[in-house]
């Protein structure tokens, strides 16, 4: 019986390895295409920040499917899309937000979640030593 539920475990993670790679070429297909017309198009009907927002609108569908396919969603590309989506909508607006800042600081708070608070982070000595004295109490 377990060797069974290991096969399953198996093909439904090579199923879902396979979907990811394919959704990631559509993804990056749906790019090269909107970037393609965009470029093409005479400047005078692309709306401000189209660019931004369509590439923020790939990240967070291809990001939707992921999720409703059960399939890992990288945190990186979600901010990502959410960032693109924003950007885009600002520039549209005519709003003058500053976007490099923004992204910077939002990367450097990622860095800290990531070292700091992630459960996925292996424990150091300092996590050792405070469940030491935690258990002395």
């Given at each position: 019986?377990?060797?069974?539920?290991?096969?399953?475990?198996?093909?439904?993670?090579?199923?879902?390895?396979?979907?990811?790679k394919?959704?990631?070429?559509?993804?990056?297909?749906?790019?090269?295409?909107?970037?393609?017309?965009?470029?093409?198009?005479?400047?005078?009907?692309?709306?401000?920040?189209?660019?931004?927002?369509?590439?923020?609108?790939?990240?967070?569908?291809?990001?939707?499917?992921?999720?409703?396919?059960?399939?890992?969603?990288?945190?990186?590309?979600?901010?990502?899309?959410?960032?693109?989506?924003?950007?885009?909508?600002?520039?549209?607006?005519?709003?003058?937000?500053?976007?490099?800042?923004?992204?910077?600081?939002?990367?450097?708070?990622?860095?800290?979640?990531?070292?700091?608070?992630?459960?996925?982070?292996?424990?150091?000595?300092?996590?050792?030593?405070?469940?030491v004295?935690?258990?002395?109490?």
């Open positions: 019986m377990t060797e069974q539920n290991n096969q399953n475990t198996n093909n439904s993670r090579a199923q879902k390895q396979a979907m990811d394919r959704l990631e070429s559509i993804g990056w297909a749906l790019f090269f295409v909107m970037s393609g017309i965009l470029w093409i198009m005479p400047e005078e009907l692309v709306p401000e920040g189209a660019w931004l927002f369509g590439t923020g609108l790939i990240i967070l569908g291809f990001s939707g499917i992921r999720y409703l396919y059960r399939i890992k969603i990288e945190e990186f590309w979600l901010v990502m899309g959410i960032l693109f989506l924003s950007f885009g909508l600002s520039e549209y607006f005519i709003l003058d937000l500053p976007i490099l800042p923004i992204l910077l600081v939002l990367i450097g708070i990622s860095i800290v979640y990531k070292a700091f608070l992630s459960k996925t982070r292996k424990r150091d000595g300092f996590d050792k030593c405070w469940e004295f935690g258990k002395q109490k």
